[in-house]
């Protein structure tokens, strides 16, 4: 098929050769030649090619971002979780400590305000699951440390009280 097609051009070139096309189209295929393209244009490649660079930085510091977010969060809560085992374990020997002391139960306000101070860590706990931060940390950590400073006070209340009842005792023999 292709070599007919050869020869039916080669058989007829003169006739394809015999117009040529006026001055007027000439000038409209060089008009059209010489038109710069929009694709063509230099700027228009350096302004795709900075749109391209600028939004390659911004996903990669968003991806960044998140990944510093997440590793933030989890420092936070590896660092909340060690110091939160320490001082429960401190509450928890001092309260043992209060409860073998203190078999009259006589401090019901020392009790209400550790009540309290407990309630208000559940809900910063409940805070610090939802929506972990610095903030939320150094709260929890406070109140446990309020908590222990509450238990040494009734600890010394305690034995203060202890050593009357000792003396008292020694002055009546």
Do not use: C
Request: aromatic share 8%.
């Amino acid at each position: 098929m292709k070599d007919g097609l050869k020869d039916f051009i080669a058989k007829n070139r003169s006739g394809f050769d015999d117009k040529e096309p006026s001055e007027k189209v000439w000038r409209g295929i060089q008009a059209e030649l010489k038109k710069p393209s929009l694709w063509n244009s230099l700027v228009v490649w350096r302004i795709a090619a900075g749109l391209l660079l600028g939004l390659s930085a911004y996903l990669f510091v968003a991806k960044e971002s998140t990944n510093l977010k997440k590793k933030e969060v989890a420092r936070l809560q590896t660092e909340f979780n060690d110091l939160e085992s320490f001082y429960s374990n401190q509450i928890a020997e001092k309260v043992a400590l209060i409860s073998g002391l203190d078999e009259g139960g006589e401090h019901q306000q020392f009790t209400q305000d550790f009540q309290k101070l407990e309630a208000m860590y559940q809900v910063l706990a409940e805070e610090m699951k939802s929506r972990p931060n610095e903030k939320v940390k150094d709260a929890l950590i406070l109140n446990l440390l309020i908590r222990i400073d509450l238990l040494n006070q009734q600890l010394k209340k305690l034995e203060d009280s202890r050593k009357e009842e000792i003396r008292n005792s020694a002055s009546e023999v």
